[in-house]
C-alpha cells in the first residue's frame, strides 16, 4: 500500500505541474470568437493574467501536453503482459525491487530532460512505463498469495486505497509546493521518496506466507489452506488458448475499461480543465482534487467492506453482488457526467459532481474488480497482465482523444464532447458483464497442475517395473 501510494504521488505530480511548466498562452483559450462559449475569468486575472500565476517555460500546446502524458502509457503496453508472467515464473518482491527504483531514478532525470527538448521527455515517460507496467500484475500475485478469498474484497480495497489517498498527497503537495519550490524540486523529492521505499520493501516483504522467516505456523496455515494455491504451478506451457477464449474472461477485461477510461481522462487533464475552464490557481487545484479524493477513498473501503459483507450475510450470491456495484460504479457517474454539462461555469455545481462521479466510481473496488482471482487464481499475474495491457491502449486512447478535442478550443463545448464520450464508455461495458461475467473457477487454470500430476505417475510405474526398491521409496 505505501509503494503504491508513493508511486500515485510522482505519478500524479507529472499533470499537475505541467500547468505550470507549459506557458499559459499556448493552451489556447479559444480566443475572441469563442468568448461566449467560455467560462468568464476572474477579474483579477483578466486585469493581469499573470498575477497568481506561475508562469510556464515551455511552448507545448494540448497535442504535444498529452503525447507525454500518454508516453509512459506505451512502455506499460509494451511490458505490462510478460511482466505479469515473468512475476509468476519468478520473485515478485525483486520485480517490485528494481522496477521501482528506475523509475524513481527515471523521475528523477525529468528535470534535465525538459530542458532538453521535448522528445527527451518522452522518450524517459516511455522508459518510466516499461518499468512501471509490471508492478500492478506484480501487486496482484502477491495478493493473490497472500489475501484469502474471505478476506479479499475488505483488504483489496485497504490496499487500492492507496490510489486516491496517493493522489490526495499528490494534489496537496504538488499544488502547493509548486509556487513554493518549483516544479524541479518537487520531482526530486518525490523520487527521493519512492528510492528509500525500496529499501524497506526489500526488508519486510516476502513473496509468500511460505517464505516469510517470521510469520506464525497459525497465521501461514490459515492463509495457505484458505487460498488453496499451487505455488509450484509455475510450468512454462500456458493454457493462451482456454484462456484467450474464455468469455467470463474478457467479461472481466471488458469491465474494467469505464474506470480506466475515467481514470486516464481526469488524472490527465483535470488540472487543464480546472485551470482553464474554471480558473482555478495550482494551489486551490489541488486543495480541491485532495477534498474529493478524500471522500472517495473512504467510498472505496467503504465499498469493499460493504460488498464483502453481504456476500458472507448472503444477501446476494457472488455474482449478483458483483453486477449491483458495477451498475453503481459506471451507471451513476454517466448520469452525473451528462448533468454536468448543464451546469455552466458554476463551480459550487461543477466540483461537487465531479467528487460524486469519483466516488460512485469507487463502487467498483466492491463489484468485479477481482473477479480474474474468482476465474483463475494459478494465473492471476498474466490475466491481471493481459487485462493491463487493454487498459494501457485505453491509456493512451483516452488522453489523445481529449487532446484533440481541446486542442486551442478551452470551450465549454469541447469539455462536454469529452464527458459525453466518458459517460457512453461507463454504460456498455456493465451490460457485457451483465450477460457474459461468471465467478466459477474456469477449468484451464488446473490444467497444468493435471498434466503435471499425469505425468508424475507415469514416471512412478517406469521407475517400479525397472527397480523396484526406488519405486517404492519415490512412491
Known amino acids: 500500500m505505501l509503494g503504491t501510494f508513493l508511486n500515485v504521488i510522482l505519478r500524479s505530480s507529472l499533470p499537475i505541474s505541467l500547468t505550470v511548466m507549459v506557458r499559459r498562452n499556448s493552451s489556447g483559450g479559444g480566443g475572441g470568437s469563442v468568448e461566449e462559449d467560455t467560462c468568464p475569468a476572474p477579474q483579477t486575472e483578466q486585469q493581469a493574467p499573470s498575477a497568481g500565476v506561475v508562469t510556464g517555460e515551455f511552448d507545448w500546446d494540448e497535442v504535444t501536453q498529452s503525447q507525454i502524458l500518454t508516453a509512459a502509457t506505451y512502455g506499460v503496453l509494451a511490458s505490462t503482459l510478460i511482466g505479469g508472467r515473468v512475476s509468476e515464473l519468478w520473485s515478485p518482491k525483486y520485480m517490485f525491487t528494481i522496477c521501482y527504483g528506475v523509475s524513481a531514478a527515471i523521475y528523477m532525470l525529468l528535470p534535465v530532460t525538459a530542458d532538453w527538448n521535448v522528445i527527451a521527455v518522452v522518450v524517459s515517460q516511455v522508459l518510466s512505463g516499461l518499468f512501471s507496467g509490471p508492478l500492478q500484475p506484480v ?24 490510489l486516491p489517498l496517493g493522489g490526495i498527497a499528490s494534489n496537496l503537495l504538488t499544488g502547493n509546493l509548486l509556487g513554493v519550490v518549483g516544479w524541479r524540486i518537487v520531482f526530486y523529492m518525490f523520487a527521493s521518496l519512492v528510492a528509500a521505499w525500496t529499501l524497506l520493501w ?38 493462451w488458448k482456454q484462456m484467450l477464449l474464455s468469455v467470463p474472461m474478457w467479461a472481466h477485461v471488458i469491465m474494467g475499461l469505464p ?10 487533464y483535470q488540472p487543464t480543465y480546472m485551470r482553464n475552464i474554471l480558473h482555478f490557481d495550482t494551489a486551490m487545484m489541488g486543495n480541491i482534487s485532495a477534498g474529493g479524493t478524500v ?9 469493499g467492506f460493504l460488498s464483502q459483507w453481504i456476500r458472507k450475510k448472503k444477501y446476494l450470491s457472488h455474482l449478483v453482488t458483483y453486477h449491483v456495484f458495477n451498475g453503481i460504479s459506471t451507471l451513476v457517474p454517466a448520469v452525473l457526467l451528462v448533468i454536468l454539462t ?3 461555469c458554476n463551480p459550487w455545481a461543477i466540483v461537487p459532481l465531479l467528487a ?22 494459478n494465473y492471476t499475474g498474466t490475466i491481471h497482465g493481459l487485462s493491463a495491457t487493454v487498459y494501457s491502449v485505453v491509456g493512451i486512447v483516452a488522453p489523445n482523444i481529449v487532446g484533440v478535442i481541446t486542442n486551442n478550443k478551452q470551450t465549454l463545448t469541447a469539455w462536454n464532447t469529452v464527458f459525453y464520450i466518458a459517460a457512453g464508455v461507463k454504460i ?30 507415469k514416471i512412478t510405474i517406469k521407475v517400479g517395473i525397472d527397480n523396484g526398491a526406488e519405486e517404492h521409496t519415490r512412491f
Request: charged share 15%.
Open 139 to 162: 501487486m496482484m500475485n502477491i495478493c493473490a498469495a497472500w489475501f484469502p478469498p474471505q478476506e479479499r474484497q475488505l483488504l483489496f480495497s485497504i490496499t487500492m486505497a492507496a
Open 356 to 377: 460524486l462521479v469519483g466516488i460512485m466510481s469507487g463502487a467498483y473496488i466492491g463489484g468485479s474488480q477481482l473477479n480474474h482471482m474468482d476465474l483463475a487464481v
Open 295 to 303: 471522500i472517495t477513498c473512504i467510498s472505496s473501503v467503504f465499498f
Open 428 to 457: 456498455l461495458p456493465f451490460f457485457f458483464f451483465l450477460f457474459f461475467g461468471s465467478v466459477k473457477e474456469q477449468p484451464w487454470n488446473r490444467i497444468e497442475q493435471e498434466e503435471t500430476e499425469s505425468t508424475d505417475s
Open 342 to 344: 448543464f451546469v455552466g
Open 259 to 268: 474506470a480506466q477510461w475515467l481514470n486516464a481522462t481526469l488524472s490527465n
Open 202 to 239: 526489500m526488508i519486510f516483504v516476502y513473496d509468500s506466507p511460505n517464505s516469510h522467516p517470521r510469520i506464525s505456523d497459525e497465521e501461514r496455515t490459515y492463509i495457505t489452506e484458505s487460498i488453496k494455491k499451487n505455488e509450484n504451478q509455475v510450468a512454462a506451457k500456458l493454457p
